[in-house]
């Protein structure tokens, strides 16, 4: 089988896609067999371009010239064979072969590169041969990389190395890690046994380092101009990691010690200075429009125990719980040291400068997930402290309230209660305001737009049309109940249930204008408060008198004036008939 057999036969073989076989007697003429992921079933087809071609002159090989082989037969000088595009190109498949005695190259476009086992050429690297009977196929994988996909026979060059058959060549660029035995490579180079003692346990047995004022590992800053003069600078340009602290705490239960991975402290003995413990820094300063993320310090605390946390506040920090308590940031005002005064801030979200103008964060912190408590925030046992105070600028939202999901409208998303637990306010999601304890027992499970609840036993509540209330019915209510607010008792003649005050400012103080009084007469039974109804208005003196009373049988009286006191001159009954006109000051 001559060579140009064979390479014919490799592609045939190796290329997993799609291959061409030779005419059958089952094919029309000018067709060939087409194989589907060989050795898959076949089928007759033309392909786009000659399986063999010969060019004497350089040529750009097409996209549609896939699954050919090219040589340079007949060829008097060299032949350049440029490849098309990588990128949107995945699958395309090229072989060549050097038939006359002259160089044969295959040139990559300018962002592509010619792969070759281990070794990667730079992009736009050339491979080519000039010994006859040499051939080789690629395979474009649509990450601007041809793939040697075979065996190549006789001689290649690529980026100055030798691609021969059956071996692959080492690459400068991977510093012999590419060899296939390390150990024997070291070995024939004559190394000591320090060069074969591993990276994480050098042992240096001998000599001793004096002398040094500042030790430098890694090379230069990459921050120049950001730490001044530095005893130990570590620098890492591998994306790894430069230092790392580890410690496992492994003493006896309850011992006083608070071993770190890392610690730092910075004492401050000069005026008008900083000074940090410890400082991290995030820069991002990628090119172009590629993503990162810059974390100035990371924080992660993990419970591998199969103990549940102790999820008690304040937490039991004190050396020798029993208690599993897993912390990821543990902030404190020093008290152990002889301190006598407060510290300001315990955490302070801001900016470099402290300037609006300049960068600033867009959420300046973010809690995403929480198993109870979002925030929890404990007052001091004594003193007058705020817990929160929201300010801005007058056009933004001091506090918003979102659910994640449909709205409960009866659902509580504010709420204050006292140091019993006894609610005494309290907002639902619909917008419904409670003022003093529970109050909407006793209505039909209505529930109110607004409910005030005053102290001993008057309580007044308050809904609108959507409550659940009918038509025919009033929107505003007002409640009176005997007992104490947990233990109601009925009310009895002749408790005043509802009491509506108009009141204006006399230049001193609000005063009563006019009052309306709803009055209990008669006796109280399941289903039945029997009441009367009196209107009252301000004399020119400022006496708030009875104008209007209506009692618990619609009898309607109108008063008059006798020597200065208000008797019925007027009486209506429920059918508005007249039925008593006296000065005695009694209906009949």
């Known amino acids: 089988m001559n060579l140009l057999a064979k390479a014919l036969l490799a592609l045939l073989l190796l290329f997993p896609i799609e291959a061409w076989g030779q005419a059958t007697t089952t094919c029309p003429v000018g067709q060939f067999l087409k194989a589907f992921s060989y050795p898959g079933p076949t089928t007759c087809a033309s392909p786009s371009a000659p399986l063999t071609q010969a060019k004497t002159t350089s040529y750009s090989v097409l996209p549609l010239d896939t699954y050919s082989t090219f040589s340079n037969q007949g060829a008097i000088g060299p032949v350049t064979f440029t490849l098309p595009p990588v990128l949107n190109n995945n699958g395309l498949s090229y072989c060549f072969n050097v038939l006359a005695a002259q160089t044969v190259t295959v040139q990559p476009q300018a962002a592509d590169a010619i792969v070759a086992g281990s070794n990667v050429a730079p992009a736009n ?138 610690a730092g402290a910075c004492k401050m003995t000069s005026q008008g200075n900083a000074c940090f413990g410890i400082y991290g820094l995030g820069e991002l300063r990628q090119s172009g429009t590629n993503g990162g993320i810059g974390v100035g310090g990371e924080l992660t605390v993990r419970n591998f125990t199969t103990n549940n946390p102790d999820i008690n506040l304040p937490p039991n920090t004190a050396i020798g719980t029993t208690t599993t308590v897993p912390i990821d940031l543990n902030l404190t005002c020093g008290a152990g040291g002889g301190e006598t005064k407060d510290c300001a801030i315990g955490l302070n979200i801001g900016n470099e400068t402290g300037l609006s103008s300049d960068p600033i964060f867009n959420t300046a912190e973010y809690i995403r997930f929480y198993r109870q408590y979002a925030l929890y925030i404990d007052a001091m046992p004594s003193g007058n402290q705020t817990n929160i105070v929201a300010r801005n600028n007058g056009t933004g939202i001091f506090l918003q309230l979102q659910s994640t999901t449909a709205l409960t409208g009866g659902n509580t998303v504010l709420t204050f209660a006292d140091g019993g637990s006894v609610t005494r306010w309290y907002v639902t999601q619909n917008g419904a305001l409670f003022l003093g304890q529970l109050a909407q027992a006793g209505f039909g499970g209505n529930l109110p737009t607004l409910n005030v609840e005053g102290q001993g036993t008057f309580y007044g509540y308050a809904s609108d049309s959507v409550s659940g209330l009918s038509v ?117």
């Open 125 to 262: 690297s050339p491979l080519a041969s000039s010994t006859v009977a040499s051939s080789i196929c690629l395979l474009a994988n649509n990450n601007h990389q041809w793939i040697v996909n075979n065996f190549p026979l006789g001689v290649w060059t690529l980026n100055s190395l030798t691609v021969g058959l059956n071996y692959n060549p080492l690459n400068p660029s991977l510093n012999l890690s590419d060899l296939s035995n390390v150990a024997t490579a070291r070995a024939n180079l004559g190394l000591g046994s320090i060069a074969i003692q591993s990276a994480t346990a050098v042992a240096i047995t001998g000599g001793t380092i004096t002398g040094l004022t500042n030790l430098n590992v890694g090379g230069t800053t990459n921050f120049p101009g950001y730490w001044g003069t530095t005893s130990i600078l570590a620098t890492n340009n591998l994306g790894q990691n430069t230092i790392v602290g580890e410690v496992v705490n492994n003493l006896a239960p309850a011992t006083v010690a608070l071993p770190a991975g890392t």
């Open 472 to 588: 025919s019915q009033t929107a505003i209510w007002l409640a009176q109940a005997r007992g104490t607010q947990a233990s109601k008792l009925a009310v009895a003649t002749p408790d005043n249930i509802g009491m509506l005050t108009a009141n204006g400012w006399d230049g001193t103080q609000y005063t009563a204008g006019t009052r309306i009084i709803s009055t209990v007469s008669g006796t109280v039974s399941n289903g039945i408060v029997p009441a009367g109804l009196s209107l009252q208005t301000a004399t020119t003196g400022g006496v708030l008198t009875p104008g209007l009373t209506i009692d618990n049988a619609q009898q309607v009286a109108i008063p008059g004036v006798v020597t200065g006191t208000p008797t019925a001159s007027l009486c209506l009954n429920a059918s508005n008939v007249i039925i008593k006109k006296t000065t005695t000051g009694s209906c009949v």
